[in-house]
């Protein structure tokens, strides 16, 4: 594993342990939104790992994954996790008004998913 590769996995645990303090605070909107960088820090690993590229646009590192899992079938449900989760992200981000709101069950859910995320590309990239 390359120094890069591994800065970007510890970057993505670092996302996974605030957005838990986040919800542990109850603020589900931060929660989802760094579950969702959590899953993306991970994503640019694998995409590093696999290709040599390093995407740095959101739009970019969901291209490339959707192009990896279409090769490495074991990918498929990662790349789905990070399309999902960047919409709490734009929720967060961008939304107004009283529907604007990630709930903290749903925040919970992709911090689970996250998580499982960095560790299935851990496991691959060891």
Avoid: C, W
């Amino acid at each position: 594993m390359t120094p890069e590769i591994a800065e970007l996995l510890d970057k993505a645990r670092d996302s996974l342990a605030r957005a838990r303090i986040i919800l542990a605070a109850g603020v589900g909107e931060d929660a989802g939104r760094d579950a969702y960088l959590a899953g993306f820090h991970a994503a640019q690993a694998v995409i590093v790992a696999r290709t040599g590229k390093i995407a740095r646009m959101h739009r970019g590192v969901h291209r490339l994954l959707s192009q990896l899992a279409r090769t490495e079938p074991r990918l498929a449900d990662l790349a789905l996790f990070l399309r999902q989760a960047y919409n709490l992200k734009a929720v967060a981000d961008y939304e107004l008004g009283p529907g604007a709101r990630v709930s903290l069950d749903r925040a919970g859910e992709a911090i689970d998913r996250a998580a499982q995320f960095i560790a299935q590309i851990a496991e691959l990239l060891a």
